[in-house]
Structure formats: structure tokens, C-alpha cells
């Protein structure tokens, strides 16, 4: 999950929708990274991973976080590469990565921070920065 519009708040609120949304839900710390390909004046992300435990089938639970990004005022129009209030990606569901981590380097934070999962595919972004840690 990610955040460079008002990052605090949103990513405090998200944490509140997660735990309401499933059952378990535990956070990793809290990483700064840089806005990549968003220009100069582009404010840096906040970024956290989530690990969920729910019922839920991977397209549910996507729809779901799409969801609450439109909740917190995530506007898709304009393309991707802009800021945003929240940005919320299903990456990882059942030790099967989803989409490609390096598609996401505005939201990068090291998988291992939270538990130990199956390590990404190995390749790096050129882009990414090492991140500051910041909570």
C-alpha cells in the first residue's frame, strides 16, 4: 500500500479499512521511497506491505481494495504514472506473486520486512532508490 498525497492519513486509514475487511491482518513498518516517473516536484511515497488472512478469492479481494482506493478519492483518470491518495496492490496471494513487483517501483518495501515470502522475481528496477525508513 502506498500513498503520496496526504500519505499519513491515508495510510492510516487504509490500515483501518484492511482490519476491517479481514479478520487478520499484520503491517510491516513503514517506508519512504521516491516518486518515480512522476517528475521533479512529485511528492515521495509512503509505502508499507499487508499480510491478510481472509476467505476471500484473489479477484474479490482486488476488487475490494480497488474498492477502498475509490473510497479515499484514488482518481484513475490522467493515467498511471501521477500521484495518488492511496494505491493498494494485491501482489502476492497463496505464495503466488500476482503481477510484476517491478511494475510497482513507487511502492517498493522488502517483501521479508513482514514475514518471510517467497522471494520476487530477480531483477531491479534501475529507478529505485534505497528506501529510508521512517517509522
Same mark, same amino acid.
Given at each position: ?9 491515508? #495510510? &492510516?486509514?487504509?490500515?483501518?479499512? #484492511?482490519?476491517?475487511?479481514?479478520? *487478520? ?15 521533479? @516536484?512529485?511528492? @515521495? ?7 491478510? &488472512? *481472509?476467505?476471500? %478469492? ?26 495518488? *491518495? ?7 496471494? %497463496? %505464495?503466488?506473486? #500476482? ?29 529505485? *532508490?534505497? &528506501?529510508?525508513?521512517?517509522?
Amino acid at each position: 500500500m502506498g500513498s503520496n498525497i496526504e500519505p499519513e492519513r491515508h #495510510l &492510516v486509514a487504509a490500515a483501518r479499512a #484492511l482490519r476491517r475487511l479481514a479478520p *487478520t491482518v499484520r503491517f510491516s513498518r513503514v517506508y519512504r521511497t521516491a516518486a518515480v516517473g512522476m517528475g521533479e @516536484d512529485a511528492a @515521495d511515497f509512503l509505502n508499507a506491505c499487508a499480510l491478510l &488472512v *481472509t476467505g476471500e %478469492d484473489a479477484d474479490r479481494l482486488s476488487c475490494r481494495l480497488k474498492g477502498i482506493e475509490q473510497a479515499h478519492g484514488r482518481d484513475r483518470s490522467g493515467g498511471s504514472w501521477r500521484p495518488r *491518495t492511496l494505491d493498494l496492490d494485491l501482489m502476492l496471494f %497463496d %505464495d503466488r506473486w #500476482l503481477e510484476d513487483v517491478m511494475a510497482h517501483p513507487h511502492c517498493f518495501v522488502p517483501a521479508g520486512e513482514l514475514v518471510r515470502l517467497p522471494a520476487p522475481p530477480p531483477a531491479r528496477h534501475a529507478a529505485i *532508490t534505497p &528506501v529510508e525508513l521512517i517509522l
